[in-house]
């Protein structure tokens, strides 16, 4: 039995180096989350990024700033703040679709309401347009109250946002509509108002009390909808920050003791039972069970696992009870590395993105310069106040910098959650962008194309042998030899036919083969050099076997006893399942394909071979400065190269390429130079984070081809007094639904038959 459990240790505090991540609330458009960032990054030593879409600013803090100091800069533009340890876009935005479904309730039936007197004249019974006024004035001001508070902190701290225009707008339309009934003439008992698209029919009567109500309901009713897909979206970070689990029984001493996960040290002992979930990284110690591993790895087939098979944190136990011992705790567990990825996916920024929140930037500013010239300009040209008032308006509420800003991060966070849920963690925004680039693929034999473990690929019998002699003597020997060759013969055979029998007066000769007798034969198994010079005759047919087996890279090992050769085995490491079928999908997707392997050139162009990869593009033999030179040889032919492997040897190939995958079996130097970490082995998950990047890029361009070509059209149509304002609320809010839904379409990504 294992020490007892230890108290669970304090938090260390964040290094100055590290991501340090924030709540934010307050925000309402990309503008709010750029004016964050600005006033971050004047602070010395402080690299931030602020995402509208996840609620979160990511601070990068070598400058020594404490979190009390990061947390009263971003107070100070007006916001609030919190340290976050955990948690997603999901909580930020679900909370904020439930506060704005709360005002919803109230005002959709107030406004509806209001623009049918003012939409339907036959409605406008005598004193209509006074009860207008009760009805919108709710809406208008505590309906529309966040927007108003939030553009008033904007204006206090110097910043005009989303929130400016809809507050200018509906304060405004309020405003007006007062003017009109107090001293406009408009309050008179009988007065009839038409409805009309423009401005053409507007006079010192016409009041805009339904555009306030409905501009305010439809930018909440476009906040609700918004945020409930930006949780959407997210759904698969939050899977992923709840997977880790609250709560183990640990054994002591004293028997089986429940404490906190987090309290778990490394060498600790813990039970899992079935339905629960693995506390942390561990060696099963005792008992057997299946194991659902789909959250983490995207497999749906569970996983059986048995005595002295590692399991992972988060992981669910489906059967049997499990012994699990702790290898890795805390910050060095699968599920802590897999989060620390996606959040530095969310602190970086795509180039595409970077744009669009520069446009945002100076967007709000440039719109209401344009409803002031345009309100003069139709005063000037003669129009009646009232009808330049509708322009201005108009222009003020239709302008939607929050479907530029939504664009990219909209798009990129779902395709973070998606690949998540496929077995691929994406280090940054960048990567996600060169993964669509891609056009040359270096793929690392060992490990990557191959299982990277030897096993027996052919058994060739002279004629009067069987195979089932042959693998049953030859492993009886091979299963003393602690070869790798050796072992992999001895697996073989007890795969095949259970227990063999046992062997007696067992020699082995290193570097060349292994002697002993066996149910009455002697046997001796080893090189074709070895096992000639002991006396054992080998026929012509078992030579040109041995021969064929050197030429395609492979081992071959020689079996013979009572002084006849009886077999050739072919011992060699065999592609893994699915690589086939991962090769031609690259192949379809136009990628150029490259094999290097630190094995011998032979044994890497017959690995090429069985996968129909040209041997031209082959290197074999090739040390890890190598391995690099040739990454660099291939981008310098003008290729934007993707490499893929597994091992220490790669880590220098993976560091230079324009994009690194790391499989996520491989070693921890691998994973830390690689830009994607791939968490199953199948090499068909290289071509589904490929078919995704390129999915994702299909995205962001429709996303920012519709905010831009939106804006575009739709102000000069309202400067021009084509749209009436309460319309203009409408397309406003319609437009930055429409980005965030056409973004969710990545969650219904799936690998080689994706469709948009």
Known sequence: MTTAARRAPVPAPPQAEDLLEFSVGGMTCSSCAARIERQLNRLD????????????????????????????????????????????????????????????????????????????????????????????????????????????????????????????????????????????????????????????????????????????????????????????????LTALAALAAKDVTVLTDEGERTMPAEALQVGDVFVVRPGEKIATDGVVTGGGSAVDTSLLTGESVPREITIGDEVTGGTVNLTGRLVVRADRVGSDTTLAHMTRLVAEALASKARSQRVADRAAAVFVPCVIALAVVTLGFWLGAGLPGASAWSASVAVLVVACPCAL??????????????????????????????????????????????????????????????????????????????????????????????????????????????????????????????????GVAMPDGLRAAAARAAESGQTAVVAGWDGQAHAVLTVGDSPRPGAAAAVSRLRHLGLMLFVLSGDTREAAEATASRLSIPAGNVFGGTQPAAKARVVRELQNAGYTVAMAGDGVNDAAALAAADLGMAMGSGADAAIGASDLTLTRSDPGVIADAIELARATRRIVRVNLAWAFGYNLVAIPLAALGYLNPLFAGIAMSASSLIVVSNSLLLRRFRPNRWRP
């Open 405 to 534: 800003g939504l664009a990219t991060p909209a798009a990129l966070l779902a395709a973070l959650g998606r690949g998540a849920e496929l077995g691929i963690l994406i280090r940054g925004a960048q990567s996600l962008e060169t993964i669509g680039r891609v056009n040359a693929l270096v793929l690392d034999k060992t490990g990557t194309l191959t299982t990277g473990t030897m096993s027996v690929q052919t058994v060739t019998t002279a004629p009067d042998s069987d195979e089932a002699t042959a693998l049953v003597l030859t492993g009886a020997v091979e299963i003393a030899s602690e070869h790798p060759v050796g072992q992999a013969i001895a697996i073989e055979a007890v795969r095949r036919y259970g227990q063999l029998p046992p062997v007696s007066g067992f020699t082995s000769v290193a570097g060349a083969g292994v002697r002993g007798a066996v149910a009455g034969h002697e046997v001796t198994v080893g090189r074709a050099a070895f096992v000639t010079e002991s």
């Open 45 to 236: 030593g402080v690299t931030a990024t602020v995402s509208y879409v996840t609620g979160r600013a990511y601070v990068t803090n070598s400058g020594g700033r404490g979190t009390a100091e990061l947390i009263a800069t971003i107070e100070t533009a007006g916001y609030t703040a919190a340290f976050a340890s955990g948690g997603s876009a999901g909580m930020v935005a679900g909370n904020e679709s439930r506060a704005a479904g709360r005002r919803l309730v109230v005002c959709i039936p107030l406004a509806l309401a209001t623009i049918v007197l003012a939409m339907v004249p036959s409605a406008q019974f005598p004193g209509w347009q006074w009860v207008s006024l009760v009805l919108a004035a709710p809406v208008g001001i505590w309906g529309a109250w966040p927007l108003h508070s939030a553009a008033w902190r904007g204006i206090g701290h110097g910043a005009a946002t989303m929130d400016t225009l809809v507050s200018l707008g509906v304060t405004t339309s309020i405003g007006w509509s007062l003017y009109a009934l107090l001293f406009g003439g408009a309050g008179q008992v009988g007065m009839r108002m038409p409805f009309a698209l423009t401005f053409g029919l507007a006079s010192g009567q016409t009041i805009y009390l339904d555009a306030a109500a409905g501009v305010t309901t439809a930018v909440l009713a476009g906040r609700y909808l918004e945020a409930r897909a930006r949780a959407r979206s997210g759904s698969a």
